[in-house]
T-cell receptor, first 114, second 116 residues
Framework: AQSVTQPDIHITVSEGASLELRCNYSYGATPYLFWYVQSPGQGLQLLLKYFSGDTLVQGIKGFEAEFKRSQSSFNLRKPSVHWSDAAEYFCAVGPLAGSYQLTFGKGTKLSVIP | EAGVTQFPSHSVIEKGQTVTLRCDPISGHDNLYWYRRVMGKEIKFLLHFVKESKQDESGMPNNRFLAERTGGTYSTLKVQPAELEDSGVYFC??????????????FGQGTRLTVV
């Protein structure tokens, strides 16, 4: 069965500091990988996605993520965090063979200190 | 273009009552998905519609949950009778193609269901 692990439940960073959110997955083939963000009172918004090709993908809001097959990882990074980045971040993998469902991690809540 | 819209945003019901959640997908999106997040846990897949047909309902927890998508437009998810463990946030998503077509799913803001 496929699974996604986000080892950090809660991270606090200072505004302007760099950020890396970790994501590891277990999957039987090359997956499609996604990062979503949920700001307070909002729905899930796609930050970026990886399907194939260049393993460093750029997303919205200045985020990027790198797919590392050897480490089964897809970590999310941002060089300088803004207070508006405070939200919950979800890594997801899909599709499951024969189904278009996504498998999500438990999420990482990001707090930003002014 | 309107996004995925869910109604209501919040619902508080008593155990044993019935609740119906509604999802309006983005116009033209044939694929519609329901997901649920129970407090402190992962967002979990419930089911997938392609137009009005249930493509995959492997994530539906039990027969107290009934999803419909009449006419291939909006969808409803009914919980009858509701139990305490049904509390959580229910997300709806839609996509133009299935994920095998390398398209993204757009999510609604979710319905927070509280069963007391």
């Amino acid at each position: 069965a496929q699974s996604v692990t986000q080892p950090d439940i809660h991270i606090t960073v200072s505004e302007g500091a760099s950020l890396e959110l970790r994501c590891n997955y277990s999957y039987g083939a090359t997956p499609y990988l996604f990062w979503y963000v949920q700001s307070p009172g909002q729905g899930l918004q796609l930050l970026l996605k990886y399907f194939s090709g260049d393993t460093l993908v750029q997303g919205i809001k200045g985020f990027e993520a790198e797919f590392k097959r050897s480490q089964s990882s897809f970590n999310l990074r941002k060089p300088s965090v803004h207070w508006s980045d405070a939200a919950e971040y979800f890594c997801a993998v899909g599709p499951l063979a024969g189904s278009y469902q996504l498998t999500f991690g438990k999420g990482t809540k990001l707090s930003v200190i002014p | 273009e309107a996004g995925v819209t869910q109604f209501p945003s919040h619902s508080v019901i008593e155990k044993g009552q019935t609740v119906t959640l509604r999802c309006d997908p983005i116009s033209g999106h044939d694929n519609l998905y329901w997901y649920r997040r129970v407090m402190g846990k992962e967002i979990k897949f419930l089911l997938h519609f392609v137009k009005e047909s249930k493509q995959d309902e492997s994530g539906m927890p039990n027969n107290r949950f009934l999803a419909e998508r009449t006419g291939g437009t909006y969808s409803t998810l009914k919980v009858q009778p509701a139990e305490l463990e049904d509390s959580g946030v229910y997300f709806c998503a839609s996509s133009q193609d299935g994920l095998g077509g390398r398209t993204e799913a757009f999510f609604g803001q979710g319905t927070r269901l509280t069963v007391v």
